[in-house]
């Protein structure tokens, strides 16, 4: 099983639908998760930390299941602007140091 | 404004030559990465340091070294060792592992 493994899509939305990708991890010990964005040809911004109890930021939320260990991520009222690569990032947990970055699940919103 | 400076934005490598890219950071963070990221891939770890003075190895250091002789600082050379060096070089700090990373905006490395 891959470290952090992702729909690579795309996914091919209308402009206003709400879409939404999960993640699974390997990792049980993983404590932090976090959903990043990257525009093409463009470092990776932080969108939103993933907490267990779940959140949410504007039109963006963000689910944690640690029994099936996926997260997932969920785009209300979707912007073209939104149009991007979606990153799922996992600590190392378990003593170990930094973060896996899953490969990206690329959205395009369509007028 | 507090951010991450990487330096060049784009470098060309001959066969044989080392080559040094620069990161540099102003948001008083602990630990600093290095990550490469080709077409259509995942970010790959080169190297890490949590601390001044000290670096380990991340996913793939063969053909690459790093120094941390300041907290600011932390470059990547890419040695001709690295036989395969075209890439997306990424830089990225945190306050402490595990916490979200804040990224530069990337080095491209071509080979002439």
């Known amino acids: 099983r891959k470290e952090v493994e992702q729909d690579p899509g795309p996914f091919n939305v209308p402009e206003g639908a709400t879409v939404a990708f999960n993640c699974t991890y390997s990792?049980?010990?993983?404590?932090?998760f976090f959903w990043y964005r990257q525009d093409c040809r463009k470092e990776p911004k932080l969108l939103m930390s993933?907490?267990?109890s779940g959140n949410e930021d504007g039109r963006f939320t963000a689910q944690l299941n640690r029994a099936s260990q996926y997260i997932s991520l969920l785009i209300r009222d979707s912007k073209l602007s939104d149009s991007a690569t979606y990153l799922c990032v996992v600590g190392r947990g378990g003593g170990a140091d930094g973060l896996t970055f899953g490969k990206g699940t690329h959205l395009i919103i369509q007028p | 404004d507090g951010g991450i400076t990487q330096s060049p934005k784009y470098l060309f490598r001959k066969e044989g030559q080392n080559v040094t890219l620069s990161c540099e950071q102003n948001l008083n963070h602990d630990a600093m990465y290095w990550y490469r990221q080709d077409p259509g891939q995942g970010l790959r770890l080169i190297y890490y340091s949590q601390i001044v003075n000290d670096f380990q190895k991340g996913d793939i250091a063969e053909g690459y070294s790093v120094s941390r002789e300041k907290k600011e600082s932390f470059p990547l050379t890419v040695t001709s060792a690295q036989k395969n060096p075209t890439a997306f070089y990424l830089c990225?700090?945190?306050?402490?592992?595990?916490?979200?990373?804040?990224f530069g905006d990337g080095t491209r490395l071509s080979i002439l």
């Open positions: 990225a700090s945190s306050p402490l592992s595990n916490q979200p990373q804040h």
């Open positions: 993933v907490y267990s």
């Open positions: 990792n049980s010990a993983s404590q932090s």
